[in-house]
């Protein structure tokens, strides 16, 4: 064989070799993780046990409801589902929650259902609430690691004998990141929208207080907000009170920005559903630092998502369209899911 032919048969072997390596260099180069926090109202978390220290009676075998272990171990599997569901058999890193009656049956969630295998720690305090419901908050140790965490009452200025939930605040590590949670359930309308919006309006002045806090001692905060609360990213409780921008303004400086904007005013779309309208009332809230974050912790390139899967509506005979299936349907049991639908926040690192 001729000294020039092998030569250049050696050469076009070095070639291909050095362009697989550098194919297999790229391919081994490290993706982005996706790290995601989902909020989910589960409409009434309780245990069929007495708290003589609470309002629970509705949900007692004896009660209204005939709240029995078998009805409440339908809600855990039901909740495990979407929980599981929501993350494709990889379910989210941290989970928010509200309506939870206490820590007992948060351990039956994690314990009785297939999210046993996942590992998840829970944080919680107990609300002054007069029904018992609760915020609280699950996440995996291997993807967050918790550093902090305390209970932010709310109090009405108009009123000094009501009580409502606390704001939870959960501090912890996502990759390198810190980053700073804040769950809430703000007061409902009962008792009239106009008459409660002092209430919410209180809630929300006692989470804007704590943010300013956290803002004055750590610089660029990356903070996330999530909770149903009861009001829409346009209501004066959330876009006045809060500061929670539907816009990024164009100067530049630490602000609260909603990422729920893209979903208001579509029709059959939203979280909640009062006779015939959807409404946005669970959202996901972020600080500047973390909205304008291009390495570490950041925002994915789809960032938010409304979690509705067919098993968690049904058709609205009453007022068209579809609307959230619920475990009650008034006072009838049909063991759905929840009369709110939840929201996942992804992002990456």
């Known amino acids: 064989m001729p000294r020039n032919f092998k030569l250049t048969l050696i050469a076009l072997l070095f070639c291909t070799l050095a362009g697989i390596n550098i194919a297999v260099a790229q391919d081994d180069k490290p993706k982005a993780e996706e790290f995601r926090i989902m909020f989910y109202n589960v409409e009434n978390l309780f245990d069929p046990f007495d708290d003589t220290l609470k309002n629970d009676a509705e949900f007692l075998p004896g009660g209204m409801r005939g709240w029995t272990w078998r009805k409440f171990e339908k809600k855990l599997q039901n909740t495990a589902k979407v929980i599981i569901s929501t993350g494709g058999w990889r379910p989210p890193e941290i989970v928010g929650f509200c309506e939870v009656e206490n820590r007992f049956s948060l351990i039956q969630l994690l314990k009785r259902t297939p999210l046993e295998r996942f590992g998840y720690q829970i944080v919680h305090q107990e609300s002054p609430d007069f029904r018992g419901i609760d915020v609280a908050l699950i996440y995996r140790p291997d993807k967050f690691t918790k550093l902090f965490h305390k209970a932010i009452p709310v109090f009405f200025d108009s009123d000094t004998i009501s009580t409502t939930r606390d704001i939870l605040y959960v501090k912890g590590l996502a990759g390198t990141d810190t980053l700073h949670i804040f769950v809430n359930h703000w007061p409902s309308k009962y008792g009239g929208a106009t008459a409660t919006i002092p209430r919410r309006r ?91 974050k291009k390495e570490g912790l950041r925002l994915a390139e789809s960032p938010v998502e409304i979690v509705r899967f067919p098993f968690m509506v049904e058709e609205d005979r009453t007022h068209n369209g579809t609307k959230p299936f619920r475990t009650f349907n008034g006072m009838r049991y049909q063991g759905g899911f929840s009369d709110h639908l939840p929201i996942l926040l992804r992002l990456k690192y």
């Open 202 to 292: 209180d809630a929300a002045l006692a989470l804007k207080a704590s943010i300013d806090s956290l803002y004055a001692v750590v610089k660029n905060p990356l903070v996330v907000i999530t909770g149903d609360f009861n009001d829409t990213p346009v209501d004066e409780s959330v876009e006045i009170h809060l500061e929670a921008r539907l816009k990024v303004p164009e100067s530049n400086g630490f602000y609260l920005y909603n990422l729920m904007t893209p979903f208001m005013d579509k029709w059959d779309t939203g979280t909640h559903k009062f006779r015939e309208e959807w409404s946005i009332i669970d959202q996901f809230i972020i600080s500047s630092p973390l909205l304008l």
